[in-house]
């Protein structure tokens, strides 16, 4: 007679939620939220209460496989893991550590992540290791280690309730994050003030007090703006800019031809809307800016980032409580697979591979030479596949013939590898291409640490045994590089891999497993046993010394819409599915609420083209074309159109563009140019 | 308090008057639901925050049919079990209730008009209060009370954590869920058809737990508009959820004669 129930973390989106996994006598019967959990404090969204169900699915990959003769047969462990050794081994030898590349897995956790970083750079030899971070805050990343010297959310979550203006921008909070948006529900009835910037009428607008539409691609053109008209009403804050800041007098004079008319006419937000937002953000105390992937996936991903770093110094809002530039990272361990060097151009702990140091650090702490090179991104890595230059590639928990850019393309990349491994816990549309698979235990069946969107690191509990005979990731990768020859992979739990990982990286130097306990984990940078954790960062000081503001100019998105592709197509999530659907799309709950895809229409563009609500349309781009149903909405501008990717049978992807920001190689999944056509029979 | 509730729990254990008891266990910084198999995990157990200890009894109960269970109850789990039993979910006969009162901390906080069991085990008992926001409305016009509530539930978020926290809902197939009744995949729901569904669904069952609201991410005041419900339905037909184990709940009784005469 056994009833427990196991503290862990919804694996779900970047929230970090305390959740219980109900246990019945060694079976998963169901989930509690925890009601002492300071983000979700006994609340869950509707992904989170049915987070039991996929992991008892009768489609769990219970066994390896392996492809012969053209079919996907049953094989054993031994079997498996000794042809892939070997045959990475061979790739190596045979073309050079840089034929091989890895996706490292923000669903998984960090202790599988530090592992799968350590495989690639230690025993394969390369840096091609990179995960699906890349496609939706590679720029943050990038964008705000330039500005701040830190790519994280700077605030922490429990802060919103008390600020005075959270402007928020490309981040559809309540369906995407929303526990976050439960907080934000409380500020708003304590008063504070909410500007929604968003090319879609999002169910936050309801709660908003301005409210603006504006055209996808156009944020440095209004970001720009808004600094403008602060700087010109005075109300920039001049003495954190003179104490803590440089570059302003760039940024001063490159804002100054962003008039509210000039910004009218490039994004469509009018003046008068324009002038009352800047004013109501730069007059708050205490401002906090709230973005995610509208900002970030875009060619100038990075300058839009920097643009709302720009504004946050302006008006001296980084460094104190409540304030910040928050972007919210939409997988669990989105933030953890960056922490750890799940990137092609950083050791654990944002160390970057091109110092001399560090590589002689990592050498000394592994015991083998590596490269110093930086490694292929995600893009990169299937650009290089389709030209032969990577061979091999081995995929964890990742799903890139649904989440990136240009489906066809993946496809036609990921057949022309000699090897592609996947790992995961369902057969993929990734792993249907696969020469080998091997079967993971899934979030409930594992120890480990997950990372949340505001820094937060918190432990994860096993409390069922794996399915089938599948095997918890960081075992699988360490099988593998035992079989290679190499040292340096015999931990014995998740605990130990994490002791390592503190002692190589100093943001994560005082966490252990002992200090996590199961109410809310610890907040990096905790860089000793004694640090309490860190609620919000550049407390007196940007972890770079002074913040830097960077002059941008504004510059169209790489595709425009034109006479045959004339809407401005964009792609996202929606409150009941999840990335690929792998989980989502198995939890009956969720398929009853939306079975497929759909595409939002505004009600005058279906009229001209003769589209009903509900009828099935053909959207097409210069990548490739997809069926899907038309969903006409006012909540979306005229001349633009909306898809959730998460549906294969009307994938977003196939239609997307993967033409990338030259700094952090994040491709334009938020604009590219699309057409929509009447399906005529 | 807690050190009361752990002496008489172990002594139940010891004495085999149960083979286990349901209640809360803190671990790890953290509290939740556990069931006490043995003597020794007993100095881990707490009685606060409240959790729906009986939402998970009519599982416990069906994996272990022959078990003697115990159960640590406030006066809304004392309530729900009444309800529960009247349905045929829980077995009474094979339940030791453990009676908690609610401090007055307690009180306060679920604004509760009946915080203690039939019988108090442990604990002093603390008078009731009511609802607050239930007067505010009732002074409301009806135009205004229909803003207050379109308001209220433009924040629902339909994460159905109002139903999957109440233990008194036990429909197999939740008509919630099925699109001739409220459109599917909307954020929020049809307004007021959702909440107005569940809201008559649990009208003669409704104990009052609060477990709903505790568990709404929105914090939309369920609590609110099920209580005017309910003393609807005790002036309607004398009814009162959780009262009596042999009441037969209105909404499910079959009439031979003519209509239930109002009280």
């Not at chain 1, 306990?517 to 407390?539: I, R």
């Not at chain 1, 294969?648 to 334009?668: G, M, V, Y």
């Not at chain 2, 009744?181 to 929020?188: C, E, L, M, S």
Request: charged share 25%; net charge negative; with cysteine.
């Amino acid at each position: 007679m056994k009833y427990e129930n196991v503290p862990t973390i919804c694996p779900y989106c970047g929230c970090g939620c305390g959740i219980f996994l109900q246990v019945l006598d060694g079976k998963l019967v169901g989930v509690l939220p925890s009601k002492t959990h300071p983000i979700n404090q006994g609340t869950l969204c509707i992904k989170g209460w049915n987070i039991h169900h996929f992991v008892n699915s009768p489609d769990r990959l219970k066994t390896p496989l392996m492809r012969k003769n053209g079919n996907l047969e049953p094989v054993s462990w031994e079997e498996a893991l000794s042809f892939v050794a070997d045959k990475l081994g061979k790739i190596k030898k045979e073309s050079g550590p840089d034929s091989l590349a890895v996706l490292a897995s923000a669903k998984c956790t960090n202790e599988e992540n530090y592992v799968i970083q350590k495989f690639t750079r230690a025993v394969l030899g390369t840096n091609n290791v990179d995960h699906c971070a890349r496609l939706c805050h590679a720029s943050t990343v990038t964008g705000l280690v330039g500005s701040f010297g830190s790519g994280a959310m700077t605030n922490s979550v429990p802060e919103f309730l008390d600020a005075d203006c959270i402007l928020i921008t490309g981040s559809n909070t309540l369906e995407q994050h929303p526990l976050i948006g439960s907080w934000l529900l409380d500020a708003k009835e304590k008063g504070t003030k909410f500007i929604v910037i968003d090319p879609r009428e999002i169910p936050m607008v309801k709660f908003a007090d301005m409210y603006l539409q504006f055209r996808p691609g156009s944020d440095v053109a209004w970001i720009n703006g808004m600094m403008r008209i602060i700087i010109e009403e005075g109300l920039e804050d001049k003495e954190f800019i003179g104490e803590r800041t440089e570059g302003y007098e760039e940024l001063k004079k490159v804002v100054e031809k962003y008039t509210p008319d000039f910004v009218e006419k490039v994004s469509g937000i009018s003046e008068d809307q324009l002038v009352q937002a800047a004013k109501m953000f730069a007059s708050a105390e205490k401002g906090s800016i709230i973005y995610s992937m509208g900002i970030t996936q875009h060619t100038t991903g990075t300058d839009n980032v920097q643009s709302i770093a720009n504004l946050a110094m302006l008006t001296g809002n980084v460094g104190r409580r409540s304030t910040g530039v928050n972007p919210l990272r939409g997988q669990n361990n989105v933030q953890g697979a960056c922490d750890v060097g799940g990137l092609p151009n950083v050791y654990p702990g944002y160390q970057v591979v091109t110092v001399e140091d560090n590589k002689k650090k990592f050498e000394e702490a592994w015991g083998v030479p590596l490269d110093d090179k930086v490694g292929l991104t995600i893009v990169e890595m299937l650009n290089a596949a389709f030209e032969g230059k990577v061979k091999g590639m081995f995929i964890v928990g990742e799903n890139p013939m649904l989440s990136d850019p240009d489906i066809n393309h993946v496809k036609e990349s990921l057949q022309i590898l000699d090897l592609l491994v996947v790992q995961d816990i369902f057969m993929t549309e990734t792993a249907e291409l696969a020469d080998v698979i091997l079967p993971a235990a899934s979030y409930a069946e594992k120890d480990g640490t997950f990372t949340a969107t505001d820094r937060r690191v918190q432990k994860l509990r096993k409390a069922i045994e794996p399915i089938g005979d599948a095997r918890v990731d960081w075992e699988i990768i360490c099988d593998i590089a035992k079989r290679m020859g190499a040292d340096g992979f015999e931990f014995s739990s998740a605990s130990e891999i994490m002791d390592e990982l503190a002692s190589v990286s100093p943001i994560y130097g005082g966490i252990s497993f002992d200090r996590l306990g199961s109410n809310g984990g610890l907040l990096w940078p905790c860089p000793d046993a004694e640090h309490a954790g860190t609620e919000f960062l550049h407390s007196g000081r940007f972890t770079k010394g002074r913040g830097s503001f960077t002059a941008i100019d504004f510059i169209e998105a790489n595709e425009l819409p034109d006479d045959e592709y004339p809407f401005i197509l964009s792609t996202g999530r929606m409150m009941f599915h999840y990335h690929t659907g792998t989980m989502t799309r198995r939890t009956p709950v969720l398929v009853t609420e939306v079975s497929t895809g759909f595409v939002e229409i505004h009600p005058d563009d279906a009229e001209k083209l003769s589209i009903a609500d509900g009828e099935m349309v053909k959207v097409s781009s210069r990548r490739g074309e997809i069926e899907i149903p038309a969903q006409v909405t006012d909540k979306i501008r005229p001349g633009m159109i909306f898809i959730p990717f998460h549906f294969a049978e009307c994938a977003a992807n196939i239609l997307t563009n993967p033409a990338l920001d030259p700094k952090a190689k994040i491709p334009e999944l938020k604009v590219c140019s699309a057409k929509v056509e009447k399906i005529t029979v | 308090m807690d050190e009361k509730l752990r002496e008489l729990v172990r002594d139940l254990l010891k004495k085999g008057e149960v083979d286990a008891v349901l209640s809360l266990k803190a671990f790890e910084g953290c509290v939740a639901p556990h069931l006490f198999t043995s003597e020794d995990e007993v100095s881990s157990l707490v009685s606060s925050p409240k959790y729906p200890v009986a939402l998970i009894m009519p599982m416990l109960q069906s994996e272990y049919p022959d078990a003697k269970l115990g159960v640590v109850v406030r006066g809304c789990d004392e309530r729900t079990f009444v309800e529960l039993a009247k349905r045929g979910q829980v077995d009474l006969d094979k339940l030791v209730l453990i009676g908690l009162a609610c401090t007055s901390e307690d009180v306060e906080e679920c604004k509760c008009e009946l915080p203690y069991p039939t019988k108090i085990d442990i604990g002093e008992k603390v008078e009731g209060v009511t609802n607050p926001e239930m007067e505010k409305i009732g002074e409301m016009g009806m135009e205004e009370r229909l803003d207050y509530w379109a308001y209220q539930f433009s924040k629902c978020i339909k994460c159905y954590g109002c139903k999957n926290a109440c233990p008194l809902c036990i429909c197999e197939s939740c008509i919630l869920e099925e699109k001739d009744w409220v459109k599917t995949g909307d954020v929020p729901p049809e307004f007021p058809a959702f909440h107005l569904i569940r809201a008559y669904h649990t009208a003669d069952r409704c104990v009052d737990c609060k477990e709903c609201e505790k568990a709404c991410p929105a914090h939309i005041p369920l609590t609110t508009l099920y209580g005017m419900i309910r003393k609807d339905m005790q002036e309607l037909f004398g009814y009162r959820a959780g009262e009596d184990v042999k009441k037969k709940p209105p909404l499910v009784t079959v009439l031979e004669d003519s209509a239930l005469e109002e009280a």
